[in-house]
């Protein structure tokens, strides 16, 4: 059984991790790694294959930055020579992102069965390029591996057959038990300087956050103002730091008055300091399914959520983009206003174990 598994941007790596581990275990299971390039800097891609013991990729398509379509359609162009040279059984994909639904295209096309992990997750919020791509993923998938009830319930209304779908947990998690013995060895608190007393950790990339100057700045004014409570760490990623540098002002991007802010880091430091965060504020999907895990409280800096089960079980709260709201339920978490919540089911460090169970029982 010949399998070619797809990462292309940082979030697939992590997710990626635990399944080509899995597969390498059976010999009668080949698997490639192509990597698209879609991320390409050091510590967006690179570093995560060193923390993670990702094999280094058959395959690196090197598409790079672009428009969405430029780079969906590079993506396609690159990945049809590969599918064509190596013929695989089956092509797997992970999340939500451009290469994730660029993949799949090709793939159904050549009529190679495509499997998606993470399926059914939905914001209902078609400004997402994210909700694009998981939409049209989802309907051209011949196995969706799923981690919450609530996305079984999205695909069967949008009339996926009960039968392609399984429920097996979450390999995000997976991914986090792996690295967390690393994770906790890791010094990064000391160089940063972050041993004594809270602190809260931030990150932001969403362009409906960051592309916008005047949303932008509401959330930098809100995140200051938290930082006189608590120390602010903010690894800022590429995206956000472009938008930062155009905003022109002092105020924002310097270290100063509590926050620090960082180049994105790799997965085993930011791992550690999720473990020691006394607050997570994000707009990312990953972190508020890892602080639902990890029972650390989440703000997440959004109206809506394609994981309504880290609200409705988890840790995690929505409170959009209005600073008054956003430094409000800051000030009660940080006074120990919070709720425990519980882990999803099936969120045991095992979906990866599943998913290659049911795929072998499949190709047998
Ligand atoms: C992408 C995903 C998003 C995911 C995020 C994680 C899509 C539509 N979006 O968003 O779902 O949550 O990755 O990071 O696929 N850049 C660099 N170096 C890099 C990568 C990007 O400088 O290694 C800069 C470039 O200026 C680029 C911009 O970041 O134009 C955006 O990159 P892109 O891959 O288009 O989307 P992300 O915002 O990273």
Not at 56 to 70: C, E, I, M, Q, R
Not at 91 to 110: E, F, P, Q, R, W
Not at 181 to 198: F, I, M, N, Q, Y
Request: hydrophobic share 40%.
């Amino acid at each position: 059984m010949k399998v070619v598994n797809v990462v292309g941007a940082r979030p697939n790596f992590m997710k990626i991790a635990p399944i080509t581990r899995e597969m390498n275990k059976f010999p009668e299971i080949h698997s490639i790694l192509v990597h698209t390039g879609q991320h390409y800097d050091f510590e967006m891609s690179q570093s995560f294959f060193q923390d993670l013991d990702l094999p280094k990729p058959d395959f690196h398509l090197d598409v790079g930055s672009g428009s969405h379509a430029v780079q969906t359609a590079k993506v396609m162009m690159t990945f049809e020579e590969v599918l064509e040279r190596e013929k695989p059984d089956l092509v797997l994909v992970v999340g939500d992102v451009n290469s994730t639904l660029a993949c799949a295209l090709v793939a159904a096309k050549l009529r190679i069965p495509v499997a998606h992990v993470e399926a059914g997750l939905r914001s209902f919020d078609r400004t997402m390029p994210e909700e694009v791509n998981r939409l049209l993923t989802d309907q051209l998938s011949d196995l969706l591996f799923v981690t919450s009830p609530d996305a079984v319930d999205n695909l069967l209304r949008e009339g996926i057959a009960r039968e392609k779908i399984h429920s097996v947990g979450n390999v995000m998690i997976d991914s986090l038990c792996l690295c967390k013995e690393k994770a906790v060895a890791s010094d990064v608190r000391t160089r940063l300087g972050l041993e004594d007393g809270p602190y809260v950790l931030l990150t932001l990339h969403r362009p409906s956050n960051v592309d916008d100057p005047v949303i932008l700045r509401n959330i930098l004014k809100s995140i200051r103002q938290i930082s006189s409570r608590a120390r602010v760490l903010f690894p800022v990623h590429p995206r956000t730091a472009a938008q930062i540098r155009s905003l022109r002002d002092p105020e924002f991007g310097s270290n100063s008055n509590g926050i620090t802010f960082t180049n994105p880091l790799g997965r085993i430091d930011f791992l550690n300091l999720l473990l020691g965060a006394s607050l997570v504020m994000t707009d990312s999907g990953g972190i508020q399914e890892e602080t639902t895990f990890l029972q650390i409280p989440c703000l997440t800096l959004r109206d809506n959520t394609e994981r309504p089960v880290t609200v409705s079980s988890g840790t995690n709260r929505l409170v959009g983009t209005n600073p008054d709201k956003i430094l409000q339920a800051a000030i009660e978490v940080l006074s120990g206003d919070w709720k425990r919540g519980q882990i999803p089911e099936l969120w045991d460090g095992h979906a990866a174990e599943r998913i290659v169970e049911i795929l072998r029982r499949e190709f047998r």
